[in-house]
């Protein structure tokens, strides 16, 4: 027909149309494959670093570790959408839905803060009848040493907690380790083992593997230690994962302590006799620990700070070097310390 002319489109340029045409439809702002894993990750990272900083329980990961079907589920949706833009679309926004709500839901659970806040935004949920399927956690009785006082001479302790919560006292009872704790079936049971040799005391103490994760909180997953004999020269080695530890010392004849931290937190009071004569070391890796330190101690500090950050009587100290007072060498009562600090934090104080 005159007036209407017929371009004929060469096999590349109709490829490129198809293309540009498809992306039409293509490209909408949720319809991403990877997203929904994106925001698995992203989630995660947050909530990992809100643990550190003791924002947020541990314990939250217990609760939210029930849940990790669901992503057999969306991935095997995922592969059936996965050709239908629209469909694909609708799942990811599905998913980040229930995501975020299991998220408040594991909120709820393990802070009691936040347990109002969720009831009233979601009225039909009944928090009672998820907690009546909680694990119940299980408590063990500990007591080592019991008349055996003229055969030891010395002590070394080694205690490592994976994950949880320690809490660390002395005292002058007659037992050399008193241990209450409290646990879940297949998580966290406390295993203490002793030699003695040649009038040396060696006490351990792990727990048994993390072979499943409880619907409970993880706070309820506790060791209370109580060191007596506080006359027995003693060495102590604290070993913490990702959980917290509470250090308490006043009486007893300690020797050398050595605390090993990963991403966990501690807090450490010293006080009394039971400063180490034999020096401290400390070790953070993206850790939380805060020391005291009686106030007549003169305390000579060899330090080792990467990206972390090391705190003195609020003084920052940073990089490799020793922080040693005049008086050191003439000071009555003095502490050696050894602190190597990654990517954590490190308070030292005074009182």
Known sequence: ME??????????????????KTAKFTLLPFDRPNLLWAAVLILSGAVFLMNNFGL?????????????????VFGGLQVVFGSTPYRRVLLIQTGLILLLFIFLLGLSLQV???????????????????????????TKEITLGENRLQKVTSRKINLNLPG????????????YLKLDSSFYKGLGEPNVSSDLRQGILNINFDTDPNVRLPLGPLNQIKYDFDLGEP??????????????????????????????????????????????TGG?????????VYIQIPSDVTVKITHNVGMGTLWFNQTNVSGK????????????????MNVEVGAGVVNIETD
């Open 3 to 20: 007036g209407r002319s017929h371009v004929k489109l060469p096999k590349s340029g109709k490829k490129q149309y198809q293309q540009e």
């Open 56 to 72: 947020l329980p541990w314990s939250l990961w217990g609760f939210l570790w029930r849940f990790w079907p669901l992503f057999l």
């Open 112 to 138: 009691s803060s936040f347990k109002n806040w969720f009831a009233d935004q979601f009225s039909g949920v009944q928090l009672e009848n998820i907690n009546r399927y909680a694990d119940v956690a299980q």
């Open 164 to 175: 949880g919560e320690m809490k660390v006292v002395d005292s002058a009872n007659s037992y």
């Open 231 to 276: 006359i027995v020269n003693s060495d102590l080695a604290i070993k913490v994962g990702a959980g917290r530890a509470t250090v308490e010392l006043e009486r007893m004849t300690l020797n050398k302590f050595v605390l090993n931290m990963g991403a966990g937190t501690a807090d450490v009071v010293i006080k009394g006799n039971a400063v180490p």
């Open 280 to 288: 401290m070391n400390v070790r953070v890796g993206a850790g939380s």
């Open 321 to 336: 070097g020793v922080l040693q007072p005049a008086n050191f060498s003439s000071s009555g009562r003095s502490l050696e």
